[in-house]
């Protein structure tokens, strides 16, 4: 025996004709919720893409400063380098010429020095000479002279006396 159901009767039928309704119905809803839901997050991914497209832009450019910066502080660096070594040139050939002036000065002063005892020495052997020559004289006048020579010497002396006094003072 051979049933056969018609097609509105099979169970199967009502439930694949109530799918059908259903999303007939509700599928326009719930398509749109679906797509909307994917438009948002595609729009999230869209901004967040973009937020780090203009974050790498950020970072190359600061990148970019630094390295800049970088480079100029090496520049700087180096003329305060270059600054600073002719600075000490110039302070070491300012020591160095300083160094020279004081030992002249000191051997000036040596000299000086040394000029003012040989003076001293040369005037104190003078001294002494005359001291010998004024103690020779006196006993070869005392010893040799008759008492008219002495007066007569001792009166050329006299007479002499105020030329030797005026090339003394000049």
């Known amino acids: 025996m051979e049933h056969h159901e018609s097609f509105f009767q099979d169970p199967r039928s009502w439930v694949a004709i109530a799918f059908?309704?259903?999303f007939v119905l509700f599928g326009k809803k719930i398509w749109g919720a679906l797509t909307a839901m994917?438009?948002?997050r595609a729009a999230t991914i869209r901004a967040e893409l973009a937020e780090a497209q203009r974050l790498r832009q950020e970072a190359e450019a600061m990148l970019k400063d630094a390295n800049a910066s970088r480079a100029s502080a090496l520049v700087e660096a180096q003329k305060l380098l270059d600054g600073a070594k002719a600075e000490a040139a110039r302070?070491?050939?300012a020591a160095a010429a300083e160094a020279e002036h004081a030992a002249a000065?000191?051997?000036r002063m040596a000299m000086d020095r040394i000029a003012?005892?040989?003076?001293?020495a040369v005037d104190e052997v003078r001294m002494a000479a005359a001291d010998i020559a004024a103690k020779a004289a006196e006993t070869v006048i005392r010893d040799g002279m008759s008492p008219d020579a002495s007066a007569a010497l001792i009166?050329?002396?006299i007479a002499g006396l105020s030329g030797a006094l005026t090339q003394r003072a000049a």
């Open 20 to 22: 059908v309704i259903f």
């Open 105 to 107: 000065r000191r051997e």
């Open 155 to 157: 009166d050329r002396a």
């Open 116 to 120: 003012a005892a040989e003076k001293a």
């Open 91 to 93: 302070v070491a050939a």
């Open 38 to 40: 994917l438009d948002q």
